[in-house]
């Protein structure tokens, strides 16, 4: 026994004494992480660093934010302020908040910061997009994108896209089961951007698959850069060339039509106004902007559109305001024929009711629609690198430092709304509200970023999501067919977790002396 007994103690004494060096090992290697990056810091600039931790060696907090999800930046900011310094991803960032900190940032591109985007994502979108572009070369692009959505191209979509649309919610009323609204989003704003935006010839078998092909490219857009088989950036490789070889074979037929005629779609704005610039698009730049546009008007609408379903059910007042605004404008009945193959109309003799100028007209519509985008914002906020050292808020921001501005706790912090923040208010956007945001506060509702690099292609999805909420109000009633809302998820877009499972039933045109009159 007793020799057994002092085995036991040899054992459980190595035991301590490498529980103690491993102890020892890891509070030196967390003393030396802190300490390489508090000397990490400018020293030509007095100014600090921002409070903040870095989290382990290595990992930073990276495991934090994973677990914790949204919550990880609201406990920090409530901890360090609205900047304040971590460590994500293999990168020092800072993060901000707030109208003035995130107006610098914004107003600072090429000047103090740079867009910044994953490895994998230059490489899947290519190298002549928007988001790759930096000084001339991105002004000239966003030049020419901006015709795409000049006020003439908008003009040009909304009746196409408000019969799409109409169709789309008597689809849904048609169902035999519950909709899953966000994949159904998904699918419609696909079509929506490839036919209508860019012009596709697509039926809906092959639009069906190319979406498809479109989703694993954009699930893959924020993979590691290994180019190794089965790895997410592999698969993503694969779906970009799948896209690349339809779309050559679309850009050709689109080349070949008459030059002369009337530019009525996104891919011939493209082409037309390159020329008139003087630069003659290659297929390969031509091939990467369309699928950068697809990119920017995927997700985003979609992820739009399921929020606006899910507040609207949420605050049904909201819904007979609109209902009320119609009748004031006499469009309170939309067209009554059942769907068929061609669905609603001009085969049934409904024309689009609706004009960018009558949509301007809805102003408690557009109301809505910026309320929505306020209170869930589709993207958090945006990524930028530090081209040098420059002060935010009293603190340094180090050159070369990632830093993140968020859309989402700037507009929740936002002191110029007087009504709760968190609160579904349309009416804090009305001219009529002394607290309505206007130019001077502008930076405090950023749903398309701002700056050199704001969405091109914002007043388009404003009008998407207003010809949604006519046709929605006015042709469906809607209810949930799960027993709770859904948790909304917020990475990497803002999306419910179970897809919003709704049930939708058509509204019965209203008997003749019976219309709503205000």
Request: with cysteine.
């Amino acid at each position: 026994m007793f020799p057994w007994g002092l085995s036991c103690l040899s054992v459980l004494g190595a035991a301590g004494t490498a529980l103690l060096c491993a102890g020892l090992l890891l509070c030196v290697a967390q003393y030396l992480w802190t300490l390489r990056w508090k000397l990490s810091r400018d020293r030509t600039s007095a100014l600090p660093l921002p409070k903040g931790s870095m989290g382990w060696p290595f990992f930073g907090e990276t495991l934090h934010w994973l677990v914790q999800g949204s919550s990880f930046h609201s406990s920090r900011r409530e901890r360090y302020g609205t900047v304040f310094k971590t460590h994500l991803l293999g990168r020092p960032v800072i993060r901000v908040s707030g109208a003035e900190n995130v107006r610098t940032i914004l107003l600072g591109e090429h000047r103090l910061v740079r867009s910044q985007w994953p490895k994998s994502a230059h490489i899947l979108l290519g190298s002549h997009t928007l988001l790759s572009a930096v000084s001339e070369p991105h002004r000239r692009r966003r030049k020419v994108l901006a015709r795409v959505f000049s006020r003439t191209a908008l003009e040009h979509y909304v009746p196409r896209l408000q019969e799409a649309l109409r169709r789309e919610v008597r689809s849904w009323c048609s169902a035999r089961g519950p909709v899953a609204v966000y994949q159904a989003a998904k699918a419609l704003t696909f079509r929506l951007a490839a036919r209508i935006l860019l012009g596709l010839r697509l039926d809906e078998v092959r639009c069906a698959e190319l979406a498809r092909t479109f989703e694993q490219l954009v699930e893959n857009l924020f993979s590691l850069p290994l180019d190794v088989p089965f790895s997410g950036l592999r698969k993503g490789i694969q779906a970009r060339d799948q896209l690349h070889k339809f779309l050559e074979e679309a850009i050709a037929e689109k080349l070949h039509e008459d030059t002369e005629a009337e530019p009525r779609d996104a891919l011939n704005l493209l082409i037309h106004s390159a020329r008139e610039l003087g630069h003659e698009l290659s297929m390969q730049e031509l091939k990467e902007s369309v699928v950068e546009l697809l990119f920017a008007a995927f997700f985003t609408t979609a992820s739009a559109s399921t929020s606006l379903v899910l507040l609207l059910l949420q605050n049904p007042a909201a819904i007979a305001k609109i209902q009320q605004e119609l009748a004031v404008q006499g469009l309170e009945r939309a067209c009554s024929c059942t769907p068929g193959a061609s669905g609603p109309g001009p085969d049934c003799g409904c024309e689009p009711d609706l004009s960018l100028a009558m949509l301007g007209r809805l102003r408690y519509v557009d109301c809505v629609v910026k309320e929505v985008l306020r209170l869930l914002p589709p993207v958090s906020g945006g990524y930028r690198t530090a081209l040098r050292t420059f002060e935010l808020d009293g603190y340094q921001i180090p050159k070369g430092w990632s830093v993140m501005y968020s859309i989402r706790d700037t507009h929740e912090t936002a002191a110029v709304y007087r009504s709760p923040p968190e609160g579904f208010d349309p009416e804090r956007f009305s001219a009529a509200r002394e607290d309505a945001p206007g130019t001077s506060s502008r930076f405090h509702y950023i749903p398309f970023g701002g700056g050199a690099r704001s969405c091109l292609g914002q007043e388009l999805a404003q009008a998407v999501l207003q010809l949604l909420a006519v046709e929605l109000v006015r042709t469906a009633r809607w209810e949930l067919a799960t027993s709770a809302f859904p948790a909304m998820q917020t990475v990497p877009i803002v999306h419910p977790v179970d897809g919003l499972r709704l049930f939708f039933h058509p509204l019965a045109p209203p008997a003749p002396g019976n219309e709503l009159h205000l």
